[in-house]
Each structure stands twice: as structure tokens, then as C-alpha cells.
């Protein structure tokens, strides 16, 4: 079966400071969802990539898909507080499954 | 607004006794799914649903019940819940497959 490993597995930075959220599949990704959850609350949608190479920007935050679609990665710049949560991100298995990955906790220090 | 709705929010009930989530949206999203969430194990889909009148089982589909009589709406439905489905319960939807999927606010669901 596909799966998804996130490293790592928790984070702790000080504001201000920059941070990468990795994803990593043995399988060629067909697409590649970046998920926010605060605490026990709702997935919130940060972005989608499908292309090998693509790279999007919301803000702060850049997620990229490697060119054989087995690796995103998610950047935040000059992390502030309200950037806490846990990062899922979430692939396509084909058959109207979106699994996901365990998730990166992140901590922002004030 | 478009979004994915959840009732209830919280739940407690005890092993055996039959309880509904409900879960609607209003997007005319062909696609609706609920997965459950728990501790080291991530997002687990249960069920999931293509139009209406045609649902399918997920990664862990025991101990519950989908309808989809409307497109709209999605229930989940445990007969007789047990200890172990204690858990925090998402409903999603999407236009079709491989679109951005959106989800409901979670169900926090304790069974004593």
C-alpha cells in the first residue's frame, strides 16, 4: 500500500526563523495536498500540486513537488505564531482515496 | 458560504447505542468521504461516496454505515458503537476525483 512519511515528525522554532516540512512517497504522486489543523479542529487547504517541478505560494509559505513526484516540500518564511498547528499533507491513491501523512506538529516560540 | 458542515461537534455517548453524524455541504460536490483521526495512526478513510445512491468502503469501514439518499448530505452512522471508534471524525467533499478536498469542522466522538 502507499504511504506517506512526513519528517519531521514535530518541530519547535522561534518566530521569525524560517522552517521546511518534508513529504516524501515511494510511489509517484499523481496529486499532492498540503493540509493546516489546528489542535483537534478542522483541515484547513493550503495548496495543491500536481505537475513533477511545480512550486505554489500562499504568503509565507511555499510547498514544491519534485520533478519524479515523490517528494513535496513545504517552507514557511519568517514563521510567526499564528503558523502553528500540524501540516498534513495528503496524495491521490487513484481510487477516490486521499490518504495522508502522520504530520508535522509545529510550535512557534513568541 | 461554501463549506462542510458537521452535527454534532462533541459527542458522549455508551457502548451499544445508536447514533448518526450528520454531515452536509453545499458545493454540489459529487464526492463526500468521512475519515476518523487518532493518535499515531493519522487520517483513516471509513467511507466514501461518488453520487448519490453509490458509497464504498474505505480503509476501515467496520462498525459503521453510510447513506447518500441526496447529494448534499452524507450520514455516518454507528449501530452499536464500541470503546474503540472513541475518536475524532471528519467528513469531506470534493467536486470530483482528484480535486482539492474540503472539510467539515470534526467530530470528537467519546464511547464509555
Known amino acids: 500500500s502507499q504511504e506517506l512519511e512526513q519528517s519531521p515528525q514535530s518541530l519547535i522554532v522561534q518566530e521569525g526563523k524560517n522552517l521546511t516540512i518534508n513529504c516524501t512517497s515511494s510511489?509517484?504522486?499523481?496529486?499532492l495536498y498540503w493540509y493546516k489543523q489546528k489542535y483537534g479542529e478542522g483541515l484547513i487547504f493550503l495548496m495543491m500540486?500536481?505537475?513533477?517541478?511545480e512550486e505554489k505560494s500562499h504568503e509565507k509559505i511555499t510547498a514544491k513537488l519534485d520533478e519524479k513526484k515523490q517528494q513535496s516540500s513545504l517552507h514557511i518564511t519568517a514563521s510567526q505564531p499564528s503558523h502553528a498547528g500540524i501540516y498534513l499533507c495528503g496524495a491521490d491513491s487513484g481510487a477516490n482515496n486521499l490518504f495522508f501523512g502522520t504530520g508535522t506538529r509545529l510550535t512557534v516560540i513568541p | 458560504e461554501a463549506q462542510v458542515t458537521q452535527n454534532p461537534r462533541y459527542l458522549i455517548t455508551v457502548t451499544g447505542k445508536k447514533l448518526t453524524v450528520t454531515c452536509s455541504q453545499n458545493?454540489?460536490?459529487?464526492?463526500m468521504s468521512w475519515y476518523r483521526q487518532d493518535p499515531g495512526l493519522g487520517l483513516r478513510q471509513i467511507y466514501y461516496?461518488?453520487?448519490?445512491?453509490?458509497?464504498d468502503k474505505g480503509d476501515v469501514p467496520e462498525g459503521y454505515k453510510v447513506s447518500r439518499k441526496e447529494k448534499r448530505n452524507f450520514p455516518l452512522i454507528l449501530e452499536s458503537p464500541s470503546p474503540n471508534q472513541t475518536s475524532l471524525y471528519f467528513c469531506?467533499?470534493?467536486?470530483?476525483?482528484?480535486?482539492?478536498?474540503?472539510f467539515g469542522p470534526g467530530t470528537r466522538l467519546l464511547v464509555l
Open positions: 458545493m454540489n460536490h459529487e464526492y
Open positions: 510511489k509517484t504522486l499523481y496529486g
Open positions: 461516496s461518488m453520487n448519490v445512491e453509490v458509497t
Open positions: 469531506a467533499s470534493r467536486f470530483r476525483e482528484r480535486e482539492t478536498q474540503y
Open positions: 500540486l500536481q505537475k513533477g517541478g
